[in-house]
């Protein structure tokens, strides 16, 4: 099961909000990712941890990733089927 709930966001005035991701994996909670806005200028991030190190990508190339993959991302299977088709060059 996955959730999507807004937090707030580390601020010394407590004021902010950023989006994180968490899901149940074997009765534990983990967060997956979280969406924050930069305190300089409030540009959206996607942060996550890979071996204990932060990694954070702009959310405009996560966003443009999500939206060009239903049209570019397929199965083994699938690719046969549209070369088999002659859908693919």
Known sequence: MYWVNPRKAPHPDGGGLSLEVSADIDGVLWELFAVVADEDDDT???EFYVQDHLVRLPYAV???AINVAPSRVFSGSEFQRMKARGELE
């Open 44 to 46: 959206l991030w996607v």
């Open 62 to 64: 996560v966003k443009n």
